[in-house]
């Protein structure tokens, strides 16, 4: 069993940046990737970012390449997305999660285990 808590939502504006940080606990050793999903009322949860464990190799969501940057801590397996340059539709509840070895990076069904998700709200 895996427990993870998103910290670093918040309101910022246009332009402005926020760093989230997801802290697991539990049993942590079968987890392989880390990822980043976001959902809004409107759109369903959707991919964002995901760091595998070894390499690391980072993926992004064609929205947010160049924008934010997703690292992992091995140690903890605690991982980070730092969100630059953030617009209005970044917007949304942000959800970590762990996938163990096999199943897409970019699929919400291949993550076993969720936060409770951070609120970030960009906006003037």
């Known amino acids: 069993q895996v427990h993870l808590v998103e910290s670093g939502g918040g309101l910022v504006q246009p332009g402005g940046s926020l760093s989230l940080y997801c802290a697991p606990s539990g049993d942590t050793f079968y987890t392989a990737t880390l990822g980043w999903f976001r959902q809004t009322p409107v759109i369903d949860r959707e991919f964002v970012a995901a760091i595998t464990r070894t390499g690391p190799t980072a993926y992004y969501a064609d929205s947010v390449k160049g924008r934010f940057t997703i690292s992992r801590n091995n140690a903890d397996d605690s991982s980070y997305l730092q969100m630059n340059s953030l617009k209005p539709e970044d917007a949304a509840v942000y959800y970590c999660?762990?996938?163990?070895?096999?199943?897409?990076?970019?699929?919400?069904?291949?993550?076993?285990?969720w936060g409770q998700g951070t609120q970030v709200t960009v906006s003037s």
């Open positions: 999660a762990t996938k163990p070895y096999g199943g897409s990076y970019d699929s919400p069904e291949s993550y076993e285990y």
